[in-house]
């Protein structure tokens, strides 16, 4: 079944920590893979995504994700967070059909500690 | 950038009625909508795929009576939740596909469902 795990459903840190959230994932056939951010109060907005290409995704905000095929991964890492990226974190998958339905983590939740 | 209005925001009820969440594109034509559930502390889950001009497609396990989806539109979809009770009180969220943007999706807001 296609599914997608988030192992870290919470995460505190301080300001100039560096992150790291995974994200794994179980989908038959080429992949596309997403991270979104929900920042409190608002809704979902796109990090960044990975279509093809260079495995190493950069996104907004100074984030970026690697994809590595082998392990079915798609960790999402930022060298220093700020107190402004306390959020809810989610990333998904969708399959290269016409479909495009997004299958979603259940989410990381992080809090940035000034 | 491309944004979805979802209306209303929060909506409280009684158990046995019915209730229309509208979800529109404003700045561009969605060919595909999708209307997702959030569970406290869960993920989303997608319920169906809303296609204009055609009948929506419901994932497994979703009632399609209960969730009436109608995209007449290519700006407007809506989920009527029809005949509601206190188990369907959920975080309901929609989303819009650019047509020519690949598999991407912008999000609405969100609407809170509490039934009494």
């Known amino acids: 079944a296609q599914s997608v795990s988030q192992h870290n459903h919470h995460v505190i840190l301080s300001e100039a920590a560096s992150l790291e959230l995974g994200c794994n994932y179980s989908y038959g056939g080429t992949v596309n893979l997403f991270w979104y951010v929900q920042y409190p109060g608002q809704h979902l907005q796109l990090l960044l995504k990975?279509?093809?290409?260079?495995?190493l995704v950069k996104g907004i905000k100074g984030f970026e994700a690697e994809f590595i095929k082998s392990k079915f991964s798609f960790n999402l890492r930022k060298p220093s967070v700020q107190w402004s990226d306390t959020a809810e974190y989610f990333c998904?998958?969708?399959?290269?059909?016409?479909?495009?339905?997004?299958?979603f983590g259940s989410g990381t939740r992080l809090l940035v500690r000034p | 950038g491309a944004v979805v209005s979802q209306h209303p925001s929060r909506v409280i009820c009684k158990s046995g009625t019915s209730v229309k969440i509208e979800c529109r594109s404003l700045?561009?034509?969605?060919?595909?909508m999708f209307w997702y559930r959030q569970f406290p502390k869960k993920s989303l889950m997608l319920m169906a795929t809303s296609n204009e001009g055609s009948k929506a497609t419901y994932e497994q396990g979703v009632e399609k009576d209960k969730f009436l989806i109608n995209h007449a539109s290519l700006t407007l979809s809506t989920l009527t939740v029809t005949s509601a009770h206190p188990e369907d009180s959920s975080f309901y969220i929609c989303?819009?596909?650019?047509?020519?943007?690949?598999?991407?999706?912008?999000f609405g807001d969100g609407t809170r469902l509490s039934i009494l």
């Open positions: 990975y279509f093809s290409g260079d495995p």
């Open positions: 998904a998958v969708t399959g290269m059909d016409s479909s495009y339905k997004l299958i």
């Open positions: 989303s819009a596909r650019e047509p020519g943007t690949g598999p991407h999706q912008h």
């Open positions: 700045d561009f034509q969605a060919t595909t």
